[in-house]
């Protein structure tokens, strides 16, 4: 009897499940459930509480109704009984991280404090807490923490640390109301289970936490500020759950919640770049992986624990058990895109686009991909929502460079494009300048799918292979993956996930291949890049952080005079 398991996927925007066929990895049903309240980064749910400068914020409701609608949704689609469904897998953002009561309750849903900004989850791309991660920085380098070497030199404002201690400087009386603070992967997984059970791969990337070592010290806490002496302890937990093993199983309210069975298996939960490792097939050292969405992550495995400067974190059986896994990232790729639809193309092309029946992206791309490399006279920095890897530096900006009055909308599309591929060419250096081995490329998320120009481009730049994912799903199959092995072999799923990615895991049967000419042109086009990413992002010309000190100022100005 065919058995399945289901996978759920949180993305920025929206959250799907996928119905897996165990064995084959075949996705037989899809559902995609945008989120009601969307990012918050203006206003909180009340349309009136005013968010500051680089808040984004998430509603926890709307990760409920993404259960309660996709997973009926698939069964029902692929006609398949609950009986026959193993195990269920979630994958999260992150950090993405929300304050909890003692109920489990989150903050945000309780009357007292769901008109409070602080008491709702923070998102990946909240990036108000960058001056708590440069304190952090400052002080962890001072002290010579040797951990900050495992996180490529510097703590991201997206972590959690940085953005648990901006609560307790700005809302004191969230951080004491909070019972815990939680990743939303975990919380998810919690209201499946009814148990709270942190992830290792969660806790190891994004909140300092080391298999050996635990977290930072307390006197490391202490330093940041005597209140966060005991955060451990307070807020956060020392029981850490590897990835890979049980949460726990449905409970009765839940299972009839998404329409499954109390008992099914429920995976400890991941995070959507990681989990999506697997489900391209990859459980050994030198394949990375490029995550390409709204951001994209690296992901690659190593035999060791090397010190890549710049990158976001290595932890061990982060990814795969056994292994070492590395992460960098991008924190800006399909959104600067999306930005530069939304702000800066004529409504002609719009219109010319709508006649050919394509959306904007296809209709730029298709124009941009008539242009020779080079040919535009462009290049721009990546920065369009701050630099994670190699400069983990949220004040970061964009730049645009070599405009004139015949500068097209679609040389800008291009060179946004190009600028992504030279990020992501600084990440792979990055790696192999420190002893990480790169030896393939792969590719999955839905820009690897959806825009083939882009990945010769990436192709052309980093002068490699790239491996397409055949999944259009591909962090759900992941936890699809997870799902099954928490079900184990005796349920009908595997005893661990290597077993379970040599046969669900699958790849298109199309490989991007470098063009040598072009690759030589994206040579002399990179090293003006490389020139640009030290001159800007290395403290030469501080451009970028001053007309962002002015631009809160002016900002803070002209709020107290619409309050006067
Ligand atoms: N054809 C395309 N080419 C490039 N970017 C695209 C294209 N279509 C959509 N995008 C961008 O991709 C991003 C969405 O990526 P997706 O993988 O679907 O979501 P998520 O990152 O939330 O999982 C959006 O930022 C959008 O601007
Ligand atoms: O940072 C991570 C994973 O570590 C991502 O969750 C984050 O970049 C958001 O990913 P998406 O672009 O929404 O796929």
């Known amino acids: 009897m065919t058995k399945y398991s289901i996978g759920v996927d949180y993305g920025t925007q929206s959250g799907r499940a996928v119905l897996v066929e165990i064995g084959t990895g075949k996705e037989i049903a899809t559902s995609v459930k945008p989120y009601t309240h969307g990012v918050m980064d203006e206003y909180l749910p009340d ?24 997973v009926p949704d698939v069964l029902k689609q692929a006609n398949v009984s609950a009986d026959d469904v193993i195990g269920i897998g979630i994958d999260f953002t992150a950090c993405t991280v929300l304050p909890i009561n003692k109920n489990g309750t989150p903050l945000c849903l309780t009357e007292q404090y769901m008109n409070h900004p602080h008491s709702y989850v923070k998102l990946w791309k909240h990036h108000a807490a960058q001056d708590e991660a440069n304190s952090l920085n400052e002080i962890a380098e001072t002290r010579g923490e040797a951990f900050l070497q495992r996180y490529g030199g510097k703590i991201s404002s997206e972590w959690l640390v940085p953005k648990l201690w901006q609560i307790l400087n700005e809302a004191p009386e969230i951080y004491d109301a909070a019972d815990q603070f939680v990743e939303a992967t975990d919380w998810v997984t919690y209201q499946l289970t009814g148990d709270l059970k942190r992830n290792s791969c969660t806790a190891g990337y994004k909140a300092i936490w080391h298999k050996q070592e635990g977290y930072p010290s307390k006197e490391f806490f202490k330093a940041l500020d005597p209140r966060l002496e005991n955060v451990v302890e307070e807020k956060l937990s020392t029981n850490i759950y590897p990835i890979g093993s049980k949460a726990g199983e449905l409970t009765e309210k839940a299972a009839k919640m998404i329409g499954l069975n109390p008992g099914t298996a429920v995976a400890i939960a991941n995070v959507d770049a990681h989990v999506a490792v697997p489900a391209v097939g990859i459980t050994e050292p030198g394949k990375l992986l490029m995550i390409m969405g709204t951001s994209t ?30 992460e960098a990232g991008q924190s800006c790729v399909g959104d600067h895109f999306e930005w530069f639809t939304e702000n800066c193309v004529p409504a002609s092309y719009y219109e010319e686009a709508q006649e050919k029946g394509m959306n904007i992206h296809q209709f730029l791309t298709e124009k941009a991909a008539q242009l020779e490399v080079g040919e535009s006279g462009l290049i721009s920095l990546d920065w369009w929502n701050g630099n994670r890897s190699t400069l983990v530096d949220a004040d970061l900006t964009g730049v645009l460079l070599g405009a004139t009055l015949l500068t097209k909308p679609e040389e800008i599309y ?63 199959l992941g936890s699809a993956m997870f799902g099954a092995v928490a079900a184990g072999k005796e349920r009908g799923g595997y005893d661990d996930i290597k077993d379970a990615a040599n046969e669900m895991a699958r790849l298109k049967d199309y490989v991007y291949q470098p063009n040598h000419e072009n690759s030589q042109v994206y040579d002399q086009l990179f090293s003006e890049y490389a020139r640009l990413y030290d001159y800007f992002g290395r403290g030469e010309n501080n451009v970028m952080k001053n007309l962002k000190k002015i631009k809160h100022a002016q900002s803070n100005k002209a709020k107290e005079k619409i309050t006067q």
Not at 47 to 67: F, R
Not at 297 to 311: A, D, F, Q
């Open 47 to 70: 349309g009136v509480t005013k968010l500051e400068n680089d808040w984004a914020l998430q509603h926890p409701t709307d990760y409920i109704e993404v259960l309660e609608t996709t």
């Open 297 to 326: 992550c690296h992901i690659l495995l190593g035999e060791k624990e090397e010190v890549v400067p710049g990158m976001c974190g290595v932890v061990e059986d982060g990814v795969i058990p056994g292994f070492m896994g590395y």
């Open 414 to 476: 291009r060179a946004l494009i190009e600028a992504t591929a030279y990020g992501t060419r600084t990440i792979v250096e990055a790696f192999r300048n420190s002893g990480v081995l790169i030896h393939e490329v792969y590719a999955c998320g839905g820009i690897a799918e959806k825009n083939g120009l882009m990945m010769q481009i990436y192709s052309d730049v980093l002068k490699m292979d790239i491996k397409i994912s055949a999944s259009s799903q591909t962090p759900a």
